[in-house]
DNA sequence: CTGAAAGCGCTTACAG
DNA sequence: CTGAAAGCGCTTACAG
């Protein structure tokens, strides 16, 4: 059906040999041979056969990307900011959801091995507690990169950002608006991530010499609009008195502020909050969510530049790399007491 | 470095030709052979080439997806609806971008042609009015499936919702809600899809006797707010006196009710909106957005059913399927006047 | 500078 | 029921 090499050759009369070395512009052809090839395969649009080229090199030219979830904004631009890069590539992109399933994401990890990928880009999912899949990807000399949700104790590629630092700017955001009693809805106690913004609010809490309650601090199992109600209905009912609110995700703070509207309970008078992550709903409620703004698109950018990086390195054998990219306190009407 | 056939055989000293027979479930091996060989692969952790067999089979098992937008409510729908279809078959997604533009799009099909795909999902971008690639792609035999963005004049599979007939029920409830100069920020004049909803407009119009202004149309050259606020803007500065408006797509909407509010404008009261495609901040604003509902994860799933049923349809050259989609009209604040 | 040949890992028609 | 052999389309070490 395609055309191949064979083909070509036929066609002018020389080796497959050297037509596919003129292709790939090999520096042992003569300029005539060449240039007679090169023209006679753009004019009937000849399409090298990959797979039949990945039997050889043993490079696919595909790379695996695992989300936790699909409709995430941070890695929509994640996404967007991989596909950037690796338009000026010839790699392609896998794209695979772990719905933050740990048996999914193991199942995941295996396809994309039996694929002969190039590389695994994975932000790992929030119940993924045990790396033995993740060993694997190493140890079939695929190259692995984690970012966003990544674990500590594997010695790999990593883009990320200081959610520690970060959660102690929003925290300390907060107290700079006169909270002093600073309800934290903190992600499960798995997550290394939702452990790091959990440490930063207690860190800006410890540096400002306000007293640690532990019955302030909820766990939502899920980043959900639910489960943000939920442990909102859960302080009122309790009455615990907040004057602020952290949460691990804007998804959560939308779902406190949720009720708290219902009830009647000023923001961010009564009580402020600050949400993570910047979704883009978050500037167009009301009051608008403050946030941090963490920058996806570089984060994917990030991403496949270590890859192609690591590329290089596992040459030289070195070592991998942690990539730590900025981030923004976005100041909004949910804490913005002072004019 | 990775096992393969020719290891099965010599650690149990039979051919490679039996085991890839007992792998893939030959009925001409013995049970005692097969089971041997399956017991063995699945000890040692054997993972079939999935280039070698493609050069065989001439079946890659991947497909392209080729998205307009990514950060977009519907396309993440599509997607998942795709992923969770394919996740019970060894199909993986290649996901691409066009990002609206027509060289972009070509270039990818023309990649993903030459990936050897078996099949091709692809919402066409606004920009492309011409369609010769997408006849390349049915002429190299890979399956060619339409969602969302389609083109009349292609036969092929086509995964669509009743635009215009969605279009008439939005213009329709605006006009029994009593608006009476309804608005209508059309997108640009191409997309099919944005024919058919502006016919669908003009459908109400004329089903309810109400004069067709051709000034209270306006065009948005993109989906985005800042297209919304620009022909806002314009309408109030022109003094178009409108009391409603519907709009290609909830960004739109969003943009236009921004300047609305900013200007004091009351919505429902004065001017009552309705946008188009149910995107999750609809629920979230406020007044909340009056919209049309799409579901984007039924529509991805029908996509892939419809691959796999052309694949079947080809041996037996059927035509090419469109299904139709239901859709929903969301009654909002932005549009509910009477209580 | 050119080409014959081997081989990547699988599948399958064919012979026995 | 089993296996030898050919071949998918490319790449590349080697000979000339």
Redesign the pocket.
């Given at each position: 059906?395609?055309l191949?090499?064979?083909d070509i050759a036929q066609a002018l009369?020389?080796?497959?040999?050297?037509v596919?070395?003129a292709?790939?512009n090999y520096?042992?052809?003569?300029?005539?041979?060449k240039k007679k090839v090169l023209d006679y395969a753009e004019r009937i649009g000849f399409?090298?056969?990959a797979q039949?080229?990945f039997?050889?090199?043993q490079k696919t030219k595909l790379i695996g990307v695992i989300l936790p979830k699909i409709e995430h904004d941070l890695y929509c631009e994640v996404l967007k900011g991989i596909l950037n890069k690796m338009s000026q590539t010839d790699y392609k992109l896998i794209l695979l959801c772990s719905e933050n399933s740990f048996e999914i994401e193991k199942k995941h990890i295996r396809e994309l091995l039996q694929l002969n990928v190039d590389g695994i880009f994975i932000s790992i999912a929030l119940e993924t507690n045990r790396f033995d899949h993740l060993k694997e990807v190493q140890k079939s000399n695929t190259i692995l990169v984690l970012f966003d949700h990544y674990v500590k104790i594997i010695a790999t590629n990593r883009v990320l950002i200081e959610d520690r630092k970060a959660s102690f700017l929003a925290t300390e955001h907060l107290i700079q608006q006169g909270c002093q009693k600073i309800g934290c809805f903190r992600g499960e106690l798995i997550s290394q991530t939702s452990i790091d913004r959990f440490m930063g609010y207690k860190d800006a809490l410890e540096y400002y010499k306000i007293p640690f309650q532990k019955e302030l601090i909820l766990i939502c199992n899920e980043e959900t609009i639910a489960e943000g109600k939920r442990n909102m209905i859960e302080i009122l009912e309790k009455k615990l008195e907040i004057d602020g609110l952290v949460t691990v995700t804007d998804l959560i703070a939308l779902g406190a502020m949720d009720v708290l509207k219902q009830r009647r309970v000023k923001i961010p008078e009564e009580i402020a909050v600050v949400g993570f992550g910047n979704w883009k709903f978050t500037s167009l409620i009301s009051p608008s969510l403050s946030t941090i703004d963490q920058n996806g698109f570089l984060m994917g950018e990030k991403v496949f530049e270590l890859f192609e990086k690591s590329q290089e390195d596992t040459l030289l054998n070195e070592l991998p790399n942690t990539e730590i990219l900025p981030f923004q306190l976005v100041v909004r009407g949910s804490s913005c007491r002072k004019k």
């Open positions: 059906m395609n191949t090499l064979k009369e020389i080796s497959t040999s050297t596919s070395k292709l790939k520096k042992d052809v003569s300029p005539t041979t399409k090298p056969n039949a080229a039997l050889r090199t």
